[in-house]
């Protein structure tokens, strides 16, 4: 069974940093899907923030992250990571991972989401 498990939520004061973590589980050949970071603000849509490809080669990241947050990935750990950096209160959210298979975008897995609060 297919597991996508992040972690490193918390709440943090503006400006502040967090690190969260994306394992998922052997059962998936990691460098076979493209990552990507989601957030979820309570009574807004889930919106795309970064996607790195299967080596990381290339990432992507929406405006409202851009040049604070960072995604990067280790094939050996099956893991992705999202450092972000300058929080505001308007990161408020559920993050998510998502896993997409390079070959075929119906094949797609989610983590359970982390809470992110920034507030002082």
């Known amino acids: 069974q297919v597991q996508l498990v992040e972690s490193g939520g918390g709440l943090v004061q503006p400006g502040g940093s967090l690190r969260l973590s994306c394992v998922t589980s052997?059962?998936?050949?990691?460098?076979?899907?493209?990552m990507s970071w989601h957030r979820q603000a309570p009574g807004k849509a889930r919106e795309l923030i970064a996607s790195?490809?299967?080596?990381?080669?290339?990432?992507n990241y929406a405006d409202s992250v851009k040049g604070r947050f960072t995604i990067s990935r280790d094939n050996a750990k099956n893991t992705v990571y999202l450092q972000m950096n300058s929080l505001k209160p308007e990161d408020t959210a559920v993050y998510y991972c998502?896993?997409?298979?390079?070959?075929?975008?119906?094949?797609?897995?989610w983590g359970q989401g982390t809470q992110v609060t920034v507030s002082s």
């Open positions: 052997s059962v998936l050949t990691f460098n076979n899907y493209l």
């Open positions: 998502n896993a997409v298979l390079w070959s075929n975008a119906g094949n797609t897995y």
């Open positions: 790195i490809s299967r080596f990381g080669g290339n990432t």
